[in-house]
T-cell receptor, first 113, second 112 residues
Framework: EAGVTQFPSHSVIEKGQTVTLRCDPISGHDNLYWYRRVMGKEIKFLLHFVKESKQDESGMPNNRFLAERTGGTYSTLKVQPAELEDSGVYFC???????????FGSGTRLTVV | GENVEQHPSTLSVQEGDSAVIKCTYSDSASNYFPWYKQELGKGPQLIIDIRSNVGEKKDQRIAVTLNKTAKHFSLHITETQPEDSAVYFCAASITNDYKLSFGAGTTVTVRA
């Protein structure tokens, strides 16, 4: 079974620019999550989709972040405009139903300079 | 919200020795505690988990213990090997809440 795919793996952008991260979950996984790890700290929850609906977006830092999940398949996370504090590793994960065993992607390392 | 503290932040052990990582949590409603291992260039991978109705769970060289009264849980790795070198994260969650609260991670280095 193919795993969770994220791209790009790395992105370096200037402050004020826009970046879009993409996540392709495991086929059939209705639940898709975005998490972020900043500066070696804990991995923090950003939001949770069930199919195409946002179930919980309580972790989104501010309105510069916009997540979408088209047709309940892949998801994108857009940061516009990017700020220095947005630098970190963004992880996507997926799971099905009440299954807690998330499968994580390899992450996108975002550096804002 | 849930707050998970993880210690130590780094751990260096001799190959063959044991490694122990400890986590505490704040929300007494938490009842699911997974552990993830992240190797270089990869995403976190679930290695073992425990639910609140049990106090200990083992899987080959790894084991987790849970003390609900004290609100802490631990990961034990015995007979460590070089391939155990990685960053380990503990996490906590509440049934029917899919959100995981993670600790800050422990970088484990196994010296040959």
């Amino acid at each position: 079974e193919a795993g969770v795919t994220q791209f790009p793996s790395h992105s370096v952008i200037e402050k004020g620019q826009t970046v879009t991260l993409r996540c392709d979950p495991i086929s059939g996984h209705d639940n898709l999550y975005w998490y972020r790890r900043v500066m070696g700290k804990e991995i923090k929850f950003l939001l949770h989709f069930v199919k195409e609906s946002k179930q919980d977006e309580s972790g989104m830092p501010n309105n510069r972040f916009l997540a979408e999940r088209t047709g309940g398949t892949y998801s994108t996370l857009k940061v516009q405009p990017a700020e220095l504090e947005d630098s970190g590793v963004y992880f996507c994960a997926s799971s099905w139903g009440q299954h807690y065993g998330y499968t994580f992607g390899s992450g996108t390392r975002l550096t804002v300079v | 919200g849930e707050n998970v503290e993880q210690h130590p932040s780094t751990l260096s052990v001799q190959e063959g020795d044991s490694a122990v990582i400890k986590c505490t949590y704040s929300d007494s409603a938490s009842n699911y505690f997974p552990w993830y291992k992240q190797e270089l260039g990869k995403g976190p991978q679930l290695i073992i988990d425990i639910r609140s109705n049990v106090g200990e769970k083992k899987d080959q060289r790894i084991a987790v213990t849970l003390n609900k009264t004290a609100k802490h849980f631990s990961l034990h790795i015995t007979e460590t090997q070089p391939e155990d070198s990685a960053v380990y994260f503990c996490a906590a969650s509440i049934t029917n809440d899919y959100k995981l609260s993670f600790g800050a991670g422990t970088t484990v280095t196994v010296r040959a």
